[in-house]
């Protein structure tokens, strides 16, 4: 996490001028932790979905359960345990993954970075309370289909932001509304961004 961030951080230093930050899922969390780390190089925060570590920790005995699988050579099973024990995709959507091979077999070769990933989100520990400093606007992002978690862990995060703009729900879409609606998600940037950096 703290090396993306710094990743994050030489971008916009780079860049020079302030920026508006956004962020889907674990990018999410890596934007709000670059806004914590220098606010002054943005001028608001857009978050896709966080997957915060809200009352427990994100993935906790499962998580070591899918490093476990993973270390022992089987992605598979490692990816399983993600999907449906940490991310909240249902039965049927897990079913349907697995009976598609070029997709089972990209999500077996995604698994070492996301159970990396998963890894460094739980590190920052849990509670929100470190985001109640945070001097940006930001606007939340949301789908309407997406696992009820998210948009919980979504609204616990609402609840703490000094600076919240607005909390949007694309009714007809989940997670991964910047790949299927693309067009929805730039509209919400675009209108976020008019206000914020007009």
């Given at each position: 996490m703290a090396a993306?961030?710094?990743?994050?951080?030489?971008v916009a230093a780079e860049v020079g001028a302030p920026l508006l930050l956004v962020g889907?899922?674990?990018g999410a969390v890596v934007a709000l932790q670059s806004a914590l780390a220098a606010p002054s190089r943005f001028t608001g925060i857009l978050l896709y979905e966080p997957p915060l570590a809200v009352v427990e920790p994100l993935g906790g005995e499962a998580l070591r359960r899918a490093r476990a699988a993973l270390d022992?050579?089987?992605p598979g099973r490692a990816i399983t345990i993600h999907?449906?024990?940490?991310?909240?995709?249902?039965?049927?959507?897990?079913?349907?993954?697995?009976?598609?091979?070029?997709i089972w077999q990209v999500l077996r070769g995604y698994a070492p970075a996301q159970i990396t990933d998963d890894e460094a989100i739980?590190?920052?520990g849990v509670g929100l309370d470190r985001y109640a400093r945070l001097d940006l606007p930001?606007?939340?992002?949301?789908?309407?289909r997406s696992p009820a978690h998210l948009r919980a862990r979504l609204d616990a995060l609402a609840a703490v932001l000094p600076r919240l703009d607005s909390v949007v729900i694309l009714p007809?879409?989940?997670?991964?509304?910047n790949l299927r609606a693309p067009g929805e998600v730039a509209q919400v940037?675009?209108?976020?961004?008019?206000r914020v950096m007009g």
């Open positions: 993306e961030v710094r990743d994050v951080l030489a889907h899922s674990s022992a050579g089987d999907a449906r024990e940490i991310a909240g995709t249902s039965g049927f959507g897990l079913a349907v993954m697995r009976l598609v091979p070029p739980e590190s920052l930001v606007l939340l992002l949301g789908g309407g007809r879409q989940g997670h991964l509304a940037i675009a209108s976020f961004a008019d």
